[in-house]
Structure formats: C-alpha cells, structure tokens
C-alpha cells in the first residue's frame, strides 16, 4: 500500500502530488530497492483516483529511475544506488536535491531542470568571463548560423 492523501489545496495537478509522494517515500527509505508497487488500476482503485493519474505518476517515475516496470511481473523500486553508483552525500549534493524537489514541485521534469541550469551555468560562466575582462560587453546572436542564410543576412 502508498500512503497518499490528496491536498486539495496545492496548485500541483494530482499526477505530480501522487508522483512527488511514491519519490519521498523511495528516498526515505519507506519503499525499499526491489519492493513491489501496488498495479495501477489497484493503486488507482485503493486511493480513488483515476487510472490514468496514476499511469501518468508510474511513468514519470520510471522516466525518472525511480522505478522499472517488467511486463506480466510489475512495478517495483529501483535500486538508485547500485544503478547510478553511489554518490557523496556531501553539502552540495544536498542543496541540488533540494533543488531538484523545487523545480519537480513546480511540475518541471528532468529534462526541463537539466536544460534550464545548463542555461543558468552558461550564462554564470559569461557573466564572471566579463566581470574578468575576458569579454567585452556585446550583443550576442544565439540564433543559429544556418537560420541567418536563410534570412538573407
């Protein structure tokens, strides 16, 4: 059984409530490597939700790692540890999963995280270049050089 109640207060649709709780408790330990996730239709049943909520919830969370799904046995908890290797728990790699939870609270998947602090790290890395005097302060076109020819530019 997942221990979910649905706050009918928060702004985050349903799928991302019921996703975000199945990571928590994988994360704390609740749900341990290998344990065995309830069908969809048995979870969606057990909480009273659609199916389809909680399809969407199972598939993020397998996109995620976070679980992996056999055909004919069912969904069960990876073990992110021995999958990724087991990394430091050191400060910084606790202030980029509070990150992360952040972003994912706002409905952002992965990808989207992932393009949105490369896009952050890049423009961080310019900044500091030109605080350094490495380079000048100049309009940069982003556009790509094929999209200029086609312009006629």
Do not use: H
Request: aromatic share 6%.
């Amino acid at each position: 059984m997942v221990p979910f109640e649905v706050d009918p207060k928060s702004d985050l649709p349903l799928w991302v409530q019921l996703r975000n709780r199945i990571a928590y408790l994988i994360n704390d330990g609740t749900l341990a490597p290998g344990d065995k996730l309830p069908t969809v239709r048995g979870l969606a049943s057990e909480i009273s939700i659609n199916y389809n909520t909680v399809n969407k919830a199972y598939l993020s969370l397998v996109s995620d790692g976070y679980l992996e799904s056999t055909r004919g046995r069912g969904v069960f908890v990876t073990d992110l540890g021995a999958k990724e290797g087991v990394e430091g728990d050191g400060e910084a790699d606790a202030v980029l999963d509070e990150c992360i939870v952040s972003c994912r609270e706002l409905g952002m998947g992965l990808d989207d995280i992932e393009r949105a602090m490369s896009r952050k790290i890049k423009r961080l890395k310019y900044d500091e270049a030109r605080e350094r005097g490495e380079v000048s302060a100049r309009i940069i076109d982003f556009e790509k050089p094929g999209a200029r020819a086609e312009k006629g530019a």
